[in-house]
């Protein structure tokens, strides 16, 4: 069973940064898509940032230019670097993995941005 565990999250003021981990238990080279996802109070999960085994990184609209999505793939880790952060931006994020035969989901970090 793949295991992820996201970290980093936390309490930060509006115009701050954060990055977000999140450590899997197999080689991340088994996933075809590996992305963060978050989920606001009262509100869907929604993508934020999705990076594919092959092509480019996609990013929601209101994210673009502020937050960025990596990999290491020696330490099966991904990371998601937020700058600029915004109250809007308040959720708990969830790290994704996809894989043929089914897609597997961290605990979530919760990320709080202050006015």
């Known amino acids: 069973q793949v295991q992820l565990v996201e970290s980093g999250g936390g309490l930060v003021q509006a115009g701050g940064s954060l990055r977000l981990s999140c450590a899997a238990s197999e080689s991340i080279f088994m996933f075809n898509n590996m992305g963060w996802y978050r989920q606001a109070p009262g509100k869907q999960r929604e993508m934020v940032a999705v990076?594919?085994?092959?092509?480019?990184?996609n990013y929601a609209d209101s994210v673009k230019g502020r937050f960025t999505i990596s990999v290491d793939n020696a330490e099966n880790m991904m990371y998601l670097q937020m700058n600029s952060l915004k109250p809007e931006d308040t959720a708990v994020y969830y790290c994704?993995?996809?894989?043929?035969?089914?897609?597997?989901w961290g605990q979530g970090t919760q990320v709080t941005v202050s006015s």
């Open positions: 990076r594919p085994r092959w092509g480019s990184r």
């Open positions: 994704k993995a996809e894989r043929a035969d089914d897609d597997y």
